[in-house]
């Protein structure tokens, strides 16, 4: 079982380190090429590929999906009093406790621990959190929305279509198929390389405040992951998803959020930071746990 869990971290650490000491090295990376690289082109590929080969029901997708939105919702029902009682910013706070790095750490995770069913079942719990994400991020940040941005969000449509082909039974031509794959093939691994490049660059303020959010927020996404996989009756790579997703640390889109529109930035970086190293320290006990069942 230790060389199970080990062989399940070990990928998802070994490219965050690369990216972390391939930053602190100053060798040039552009982030916001790669991020858009995998926003673009790897991430709605692998989306497509995954969804249209996995052998999983319109039911189970869209059950996790529900799930998604219920956590996100408990999240905020936790979290804004606990801040209003502890006299924190909620612009500033609210979106780093709610949403958590489902898509760079979590769906390699899921992929690693539940292989493609997990990394299906994963897809529909980011699918939600993200479009949210994109949606109420700026909104908490900056005091307005825009509902049609999730509509010019590629991933979205990447599961439109990929649930139009495998549900309607549309044949992908081989050739088309073995392109897509292969260009998604790069979207995990660069995922989890921009990661360590973006910790790298992130400093820390107020560190006794950033360790306490933090452990709030690993705290919160677990007990809320348990508690939802137990009275939605779960089991198996559904109940093992589901707990993983919402154990993840804080987004890294919280920082981006936070530094562009100036609500506590440096705060926000030592949250996502610390609960990323801590996650790190307490993903062994995390996948035992789910993969014991």
């Known amino acids: ?43 709605p590929c692998l989306v497509f590929t995954t969804l ?97 941005q999730a509509l010019r969000e590629p991933l979205v449509w990447s599961v439109v279509l990929a649930l139009i082909v495998k549900f309607a039974d549309i044949p992908v031509p081989e050739w088309l198929f073995r392109s897509l794959d292969l260009m998604g093939g790069f979207a995990i691994p660069l995922m989890l390389i921009a990661l360590g490049v973006s910790l790298a660059g992130l400093r820390i303020a107020s560190m006794g405040r950033s360790v306490a959010l933090s452990l709030f927020r690993l705290a919160m996404g677990f007990l809320v992951g348990w508690g939802a996989a137990a009275l939605l009756g779960y089991e198996g790579a559904a109940r093992g998803v589901l707990i993983i997703e919402c154990a993840m640390p804080a987004a890294v889109f919280n920082y981006v959020y936070a530094q562009l529109h100036d609500t506590r930035p440096q705060e926000i970086a030592g949250v996502v930071l610390i609960s990323t190293l801590l996650s790190f320290a307490t993903l062994p006990a995390l996948l035992w746990f789910v993969i014991q069942g």
């Open 1 to 43: 079982m230790q060389a199970d869990i080990f062989t399940i971290i070990a990928p998802v650490f070994l490219c965050s380190v690369v990216g972390f000491v391939w930053a602190k090295r100053g060798e040039r990376f552009e982030v916001a090429f790669v991020t858009r690289l995998v926003t673009f082109v790897g991430f």
């Open 52 to 148: 249209v080969k996995v052998e999983i029901t319109a039911q189970a997708m869209g059950v996790m999906g529900f799930a998604s939105l219920a956590t996100l919702v408990v999240f905020a029902a936790i979290t804004v009093p606990a801040l209003k009682l502890a006299n924190l910013d909620r612009r500033a706070f609210l979106p780093a406790m709610i949403f958590a790095n489902t898509g760079n750490m979590g769906l390699p995770l899921c992929l690693l621990a539940f292989g493609d069913e997990g990394l299906a079942l994963g897809i529909s719990y980011f699918t939600v959190n993200a479009v949210i994400l994109f949606v109420l991020g700026p909104a908490i940040a900056a005091g307005n929305t825009n509902p049609t």
